[in-house]
């Protein structure tokens, strides 16, 4: 059964530098685009970055420069690598994957990342 496990949020100050990773289970990683969403207390669901099986990126505005994405079909396993937080960042991050074969589309849990000094 396919499962998204997310790990590597924590608390950080301002400037400072945080990895999440996100390993999927379920053998659906090698056909799926997997991607990094920020979620901030009562504001909606946003996209970060993607990440197709391919290796082709995409990143918001608002990342771009300071985020990373990449993947590691080995593992099973999606990285965002985070430089530069800003107090803005601060928010609980979700990795998803949608199989590109059968259309679904799987979320994790999320992981809290406080940018704060």
């Known amino acids: 059964q396919v499962q998204l496990v997310e790990s590597g949020g924590g608390l950080v100050q301002p400037g400072g530098s945080l990895r999440l990773s996100c390993v999927a289970s379920?053998?659906?990683?090698?056909?799926?685009?997997m991607g990094w969403y920020r979620q901030a207390p009562g504001k909606q669901r946003e996209l970060d970055a993607t990440?197709?099986?391919?290796?082709?990126?995409y990143y918001a505005d608002s990342v771009k420069g300071r985020f990373t994405i990449s993947r590691d079909n080995a593992k099973n396993t999606v990285y965002l690598q985070m430089n530069s937080l800003k107090p803005e960042d601060t928010a609980v991050y979700y990795c998803?994957?949608?199989?590109?074969?059968?259309?679904?589309?799987?979320w994790g849990q999320g992981t809290q990342v406080t940018v704060s000094s």
């Open positions: 990440i197709t099986s391919g290796g082709s990126t």
């Open positions: 998803n994957a949608r199989d590109r074969i059968t259309a679904y589309v799987y």
């Open positions: 379920g053998n659906i990683f090698s056909t799926s685009a």
